[in-house]
T-cell receptor, first 109, second 113 residues
Framework: GQNIDQPTEMTATEGAIVQINCTYQ??????LFWYQQHAGEAPTFLSY??LDGLEEKGRFSSFLSRSKGYSYLLLKELQMKDSASYLC??????????WGAGTKLIIKP | NAGVTQTPKFRVLKTGQSMTLLCAQD?????MYWYRQDPGMGLRLIHY???????AKGEVPDGYNVSRLKKQNFLLGLESAAPSQTSVYFC????????????FGEGSRLTVL
């Protein structure tokens, strides 16, 4: 079967750095997405990785290792508004998105 | 620029009632999707469409039907609602490229009593 694993919940301090991990086992791989979802709102796009390595976009970076079936989202200089759920999704061999259950990130002052 | 619009935003149904959720997108996207999101679970695909007049089943299609008569609209129907269908429903659309990001509607919260 296909599986995406993320931690259920993480807590971090305002101004700090946090890394949210995602491991996957899917039938094929055609890219990996990270989405942010604030409570009661729709998911919004953060990043897309299809090749190994680190993609940096402002305070947010995303890393991919296809050989390890592993990705992480790195958030720097955390702000209170970063409190949200972070969803990892893999594009499988049929170009369908397989979603993880999401990681709820709690930021404390 | 409206993006993806879902109606209604909230609805309460009694078991056995029927209803239709409407999704409209103004970005000329080929692909459209209906997901449900339940606590502690990832987004689960109900049905999707890769173009006008075409639909396909996703991971959890039972109890739902869909139609894509116009490119910009994707309708999700519940013929006989059940309490297990209480959920938040999201519509999404994207271009046909491999890396096309999904654009989501605001969600529709459905409660079946």
């Amino acid at each position: 079967g296909q599986n995406i694993d993320q931690p259920t919940e993480m807590t971090a301090t305002e101004g700090a750095i946090v890394q949210i991990n995602c491991t996957y086992q899917t039938s094929g791989f055609n890219g990996l997405f990270w989405y942010q979802q604030h409570a009661g709102e729709a998911p919004t796009f953060l990043s897309y990785n299809v090749l190994d390595g680190l993609e940096e976009k402002g305070r947010f970076s995303s890393f991919l290792s296809r050989s390890k079936g592993y990705s992480y989202l790195l958030l720097k200089e955390l702000q209170m508004k970063d409190s949200a759920s972070y969803l990892c999704a893999v594009v499988d061999s049929n170009y369908q998105l397989i979603w993880g259950a999401g990681t709820k990130l709690i930021i404390k002052p | 620029n409206a993006g993806v619009t879902q109606t209604p935003k909230f609805r309460v149904l009694k078991t056995g009632q029927s209803m239709t959720l409407l999704c409209a997108q103004d970005m000329n996207h080929e692909y459209m999707y209906w997901y449900r999101q339940d606590p502690g679970m990832g987004l689960r695909l109900i049905h999707y469409s890769v173009g006008e007049g075409t639909t396909a089943k996703g991971e959890v299609p039972d109890g739902y039907n869909v139609s894509r008569l116009k490119k910009q609209n994707f309708l999700l129907g519940l013929e006989s609602a059940a309490p297990s269908q209480t959920s938040v429903y999201f519509c999404a659309s994207r271009t046909s490229g491999d890396s096309g990001e999904l654009f989501f509607g605001e969600g529709s919260r459905l409660t079946v009593l």
